[in-house]
Structures are given as C-alpha cells and as structure tokens.
C-alpha cells in the first residue's frame, strides 16, 4: 500500500545547473511510495532525468497527519495527497564542495 512519505534530500547536479556555480544542494521532497526503499529508486529514477544525483537521505518517514510541518510543507502535502503521481519538491538550498 502506498503512502505519502517525506524527507530531506542531498543531491548532487551538474556543473553549470546553476548560475551560482554550486553543485550540491538539499531540500524537502514528498511522494507516494510503499516503503523507504520505494520512495528513494523513484526519487533516484526523477532526479536521472536531470543528470542528478542523489547522495543521501535523512528523516525519511511516512508523513504524520497529526504534524504539523509548516506552511509550505504542508501544502506540498496537501498537494502530494490529491496527486498519485506527484513529485513535490521544496525549496532548493545549493551550496559548494568543500
């Protein structure tokens, strides 16, 4: 059964993406899958499509009705809910490699 899961994901672009020059970057992302391992080879298989990479995870989970996740994540939620196949993508904060 699929649920709506969210999580905060590294991504690594290609040089020249962005005007910035930054190649990494991280953001919110909700989804339908049926588990972790669902979510991230869809996320995977989304992010190939623009030469993006996906280096890791984190607070990967179920979305939590009862949460309150703040505006724009909740309407990225709300948005998620009445689309199975929807892909919502938060704000993108890019930042260099060390």
């Known amino acids: ?34 588990s972790a391992e669902d979510f991230a080879q869809k ?9 993006w990479t996906l280096l890791g995870m984190e607070s990967t989970e179920v979305v939590n009705a009862s949460h309150d996740y703040g505006d724009i994540v909740n309407q990225m939620i709300d948005e998620t809910l009445v689309d199975l196949s929807a892909i919502r993508l938060g704000t993108f904060y890019s930042y260099k490699p060390n």
Request: net charge negative; proline share 2%.
């Open 43 to 51: 996320l995977d298989n989304y992010l190939a499509q623009y030469r």
């Open 1 to 34: 059964m699929e649920e709506v899961w969210i999580t905060t994901a590294e991504i690594a672009m290609e040089q020249g993406d962005l005007p910035s020059g930054d190649t990494l970057g991280f953001m919110k992302i909700t989804m339908w899958a049926s």
